[in-house]
Structures are given as structure tokens and as C-alpha cells.
């Protein structure tokens, strides 16, 4: 292994003069063996599955419970209208992230980044910032190295698994992934990619896992949306110079611990948050059918 | 390391909605299919724990039976898996459990046709990474954590050093391994987990080998 925790990750780009990307890719070749256009041949068609995901989201999906979708369509017709408050490019990650929890939740194919639950913000991210940048291919595949190299430091040393340390671990990995990848796409330095993903990893920390009747759509779907607008303020702010005080792999320990004192009702099992409320229980019952 | 590739944070390709209930459940399936080795007539499919309380909402029942079918986690057929193994003259049955099982998403597949029957449980520990526990009454253990493989072989002496010597040939690194067989002389199994991540021409040379049926890779 090249890295095992952030502060590496971000020492060994700075020392090559590389992005964050570089190094996941090296690594990726020291590890399982594969050729470097192996390796970014498979991404390539990772970027194609989210790119899919995205376009049939917004043309409008309805989950088999019919407790989601649709979202990303409206939100896409009220951006259109001018009357949005917050900018374009944000509104349009957070309704590219839904769109692709959307498809998600209707049973369509996504690409887990890290997990099926968290797979909105992404790509969400990255195609409304792509409008922006005007990346090319192999930038975009890069940002998903760089997602890719942040995610393994919090799975190895914390949890990306919600039933493990709750939705911290799923959105919130995402979040700091999308954010550390937005910053590297638009320039920045690997440090300023880890503020990025510390600020953002901050602002998701204890946030818990409570699924509706266990499904992955009440309330995953809008945890995308705000995990991606989360992402993209996080990463402005490190652009902007601005650091946290309390280091990268600091956060992940925290959010490890915190995921380990979290009850199991707020662990992925139905049992506690929004899913014990009573519209999620009825929800529960309306869709399984009575409890036995 | 838990977590080796950059392929287990972004990836895998796959149906929604859930990497653990329906990307675990389908590769479970296609593990069972794997080994049987072609489409069963008949899969009774047992569920258990959260498998079985929401089952239907994530699609682990088609997820399952897609697997059976031989489609990988990101096959769009899936959800028609049902019909699909009815149109190809698969039994299908379901049955929801109630014994409380050691890992919530747990499963028992048992597959048979005329000649063969093979009854596997899997569990599915999230993220899409799933573990075989057991395999025709035999209990596996496997961490997860490492590239694994399973080799089904006729219980004779020298079929374990051969295998072992290939390890050795191409360089792979036995990180633990365990060996068992239900009676002696007849079906017996080695499960193998190894540092180094296993090509293909390794598979191959050990299929090759003498009184060994069969070679599957259990953990990429």
C-alpha cells in the first residue's frame, strides 16, 4: 500500500507533483497487477453507468414502492424557471445525486459510490460541476480516482457500511469524496482537497442511518441531495483558503468512534429515527403488509 | 487492509437499490450457480433475518434467482428474473424463516435437477461483499478480508501439495487455509486465502489438475 491515511495521501501527491488521483491509480496497479489503461478502462465504465444513471433520473423514475422518485425531475423544471435562490450549480448536483438515487431506488443500474444507498453525490457532483470546468474524459475519470483515494482511507480506518456507523458512514463518506474530487478538478492542491473533505466529513458527523421500512429511499434519497450541496460548499470554502483546524484523518477517527456508539436503532435496522415515526411505520405497514 | 481496491469504493456496477440486499443477494445466487455448474430445475431459496422482513422491497428475491440465472449484480434483467426462470423451467420457491440467524442478511439456496442437489448458505455483509458459510453441510470460514479461493476435489493423497505448489509457482502467499471432506475418499474441499490478488492462469493451471472438479473464486 502507498498510503493508509490521509496526511500520506496528500504527502506523497505533494512529493511527485501529483494529484490525489495519481497516486489511487499507481496504487491500484501495485495492488491487484492490472495495466494502467486496464485500470482506467474500468473507471471509464464506471463514469459511463453514473452518466446513464444521471440522464434516466432526470427523465423522470418511481421506485417499486412508489415512495420515491420524480424529485430530480422538478427540481430540474424550477431551476429552469429562474427562480432558484441558491446557484445553478449546486441546485444541479443536488438534483443529479437525486436523480441518480432515484434510479437507484426504482431498481435501475448505478454504480455504488462507496455504497448503492450513498450513489447520488458522486456523480451528482460531478456532472454539474463538468458543466462548469469542462473537464475531459480522462479528468472526469480522475475525479473518481480521487473520490476513490479518499473513500479507502474512511473504509480502511473507519466504515463506509451504514450498518456499521450509520449514515455518517454511507452520505458522509460519499460527501467528503465528492468534495476532495470537485477540488482537484477545479485546480486546487491534494492539502486543499483534504480541507475539503475534513469540512465537509465535519458537517456529517453522528448523522444516523433510519431507513423506512429498510428501504433504500426515505430518507436516502434527500441525504444524497444534501450530501452533494454539503460537498460543494465544503469544497468552495477550501478553495477559498480555508482549512480545518481539526486534520482529515482526525474527523475519520472521530466518525469511527461515533459510529461505534451509536445504537442499533440507529444502525441500518428500521428500528429508530424517521423509520419508528408514525408516517414511517405506516409507510412500513402499507408496504410489507401487517407485522406478524 | 478491508478495503483493497479503488473498484470496492467505486463500484460495483449493479441493479439498485441496496448494495448488501440486492447486489450481495445476486452475487450469493450466482455463487450457487457457479457451483452447481448449470441451471438447476429446481432452487428453494430459504430467507432470514432482515433478508426475510424486507426481502421484497429490495429485491432480494429477484435479485437471488438472477444470480441462479447467471447475471452479474449489474444485469437488467434482474428484475424480471422471476419470470425469466419460470419462461426456463426453474422451480422457484421462497420460504421466510424465522430462526434468527448469526449475520442479519442470511440465506440458504438449495439447488437440485435429476442427477445433483446443492444446498449452500451466504451471507452478505455490505457493501456488495458477500461470504459463503456453508457448502453441502460443510462450514467455510472466510474472513472476507482476502482474496479467496475454493477448491472442490476427490479426496486422494497429493491433490493438496499440487495445489499448494501452484500457489508457490506463481507466487502467491497462503495467508490461511483450511481443508475438509464429508467421507473419506470421496468429495472433499480446501478454502485458501492468499496475500496477492489471483489471475486467471493460476485458476486455470489448478483446474487442470488431477481429481480436482472444480475452482472457484470466492473473494476477488
Known amino acids: 500500500m502507498l498510503f493508509k491515511n490521509v496526511a500520506e495521501l496528500v504527502e506523497l501527491a505533494e512529493k511527485e507533483g501529483v494529484k490525489t ?12 497487477g492490472l495495466s494502467r489503461e486496464d485500470i482506467i478502462a474500468k473507471m471509464d465504465r464506471n463514469l459511463t453507468v453514473m452518466e446513464q444513471a444521471v440522464e434516466r ?3 423522470g423514475v418511481t ?40 434510479v437507484n431506488a426504482a431498481m435501475g443500474t448505478i454504480c455504488a459510490t462507496p455504497t448503492a444507498g450513498s450513489a447520488g453525490v458522486v456523480p451528482g457532483t460531478l456532472f ?33 457500511s451504514g450498518a456499521a456507523g450509520g449514515c455518517q458512514a454511507e452520505v458522509g463518506s460519499a460527501s467528503g469524496m465528492a468534495a476532495a474530487s470537485i477540488v482537484e478538478m477545479a485546480g486546487g492542491s491534494p492539502k486543499q482537497a483534504a480541507e475539503a473533505m475534513a469540512i465537509t466529513l465535519k458537517n456529517m458527523l453522528g448523522l444516523v442511518c433510519d ?15 444534501m450530501g452533494a ?27 469511527f468512534l461515533i459510529g461505534q456508539s451509536m445504537p442499533s436503532a440507529l444502525r441500518e435496522t428500521a428500528e429508530g429515527g424517521l423509520a419508528a415515526t408514525p408516517t414511517g411505520k405506516r409507510l412500513e405497514a402499507e408496504i410489507f403488509g401487517k407485522k406478524q | 487492509m478491508k478495503y483493497r481496491s479503488a473498484f470496492d469504493i467505486i463500484g460495483p456496477v449493479m441493479i439498485g437499490p441496496s448494495s448488501s440486499h440486492t447486489a450481495g443477494a445476486a452475487r450469493i445466487g450466482r455463487v450457487a450457480r457457479t457451483l452447481f455448474a448449470r441451471q438447476p430445475k429446481k432452487a428453494e431459496i430459504l430467507l432470514y433475518g432482515s433478508f426475510a422482513k424486507t426481502y421484497k422491497g429490495h429485491g432480494t428475491d429477484v435479485a437471488i434467482v438472477g444470480g441462479i440465472l447467471d447475471f452479474d449484480t449489474f444485469d437488467e434483467r434482474i428484475p424480471t428474473s422471476l419470470q425469466l ?22 440465506v440458504r439456496i438449495k439447488l437440485s435437477d435429476d442427477e445433483k442437489d446443492l444446498e449452500l448458505v451466504g451471507i452478505s455483509i455490505g457493501g456488495g461483499t458477500i461470504e459463503i458459510t456453508e457448502l453441502n453441510s460443510f462450514q467455510l470460514k472466510l474472513s472476507g478480508e482476502h482474496p479467496a479461493i475454493l477448491v472442490v476435489h476427490n479426496d486422494q493423497f497429493g491433490v493438496i501439495s499440487s495445489v499448494t505448489h501452484i500457489l508457490a509457482q506463481h507466487e502467491i502467499n497462503i495467508g490461511h487455509m483450511e481443508v475438509s471432506r464429508k467421507e473419506k475418499g470421496k468429495m472433499a474441499l480446501m478454502v485458501i ?12 493451471d489448478i483446474e487442470k489438475l488431477h481429481h480436482v472438479t472444480q475452482v472457484i473464486r470466492m473473494v476477488e
Do not use: W
Not at chain 1, 420524480?70 to 435562490?85: H, W
Not at chain 1, 431507513?211 to 441531495?225: D, F, I, M, Q, Y
Not at chain 1, 460543494?232 to 484523518?249: E, F, K
Open chain 1, 128 to 160: 454539474a460541476v463538468k458543466e462548469v470546468l469542462n473537464p475531459t474524459r480522462m479528468e472526469m475519470i480522475e475525479y473518481l480516482f480521487t473520490s476513490a483515494a479518499f473513500g479507502f482511507v474512511v473504509a480502511n480506518n473507519a466504515s463506509i
Open chain 1, 57 to 59: 433520473g432526470l427523465n
Open chain 2, 85 to 106: 426462470a419460470e419462461e426456463a423451467g426453474m422451480e422457484v420457491t421462497f420460504s421466510v424463516e424465522e430462526a434468527v440467524p448469526e449475520h442479519p442478511n442470511t
Open chain 1, 229 to 255: 450541496s454539503n460537498a460543494m460548499t465544503a469544497a468552495d470554502m477550501a478553495l477559498a483558503g480555508i482549512t480545518s483546524r481539526i486534520p482529515c484523518d482526525e474527523v475519520i477517527g472521530a466518525m
Open chain 1, 63 to 102: 421506485s417499486v414502492s412508489g415512495l420515491t422518485g420524480g424529485d430530480a425531475v422538478l427540481l430540474q423544471k424550477y431551476i429552469k424557471s429562474g427562480k432558484a435562490l441558491s446557484g445553478h450549480t449546486l441546485l444541479d448536483a443536488v438534483s443529479k445525486a437525486v436523480a441518480t438515487n432515484e
Open chain 2, 193 to 204: 486465502e492468499v496475500d496477492q490478488k489471483i489471475a486467471q492462469d493460476l485458476i486455470e
Open chain 1, 21 to 32: 488521483a495519481e497516486i489511487m491509480i499507481r496504487q491500484e496497479i501495485e495492488v491487484t
Open chain 1, 211 to 225: 431507513p423506512v421500512a429498510g428501504l433504500v429511499e426515505v430518507p436516502c434519497v434527500k441525504r444524497n441531495a
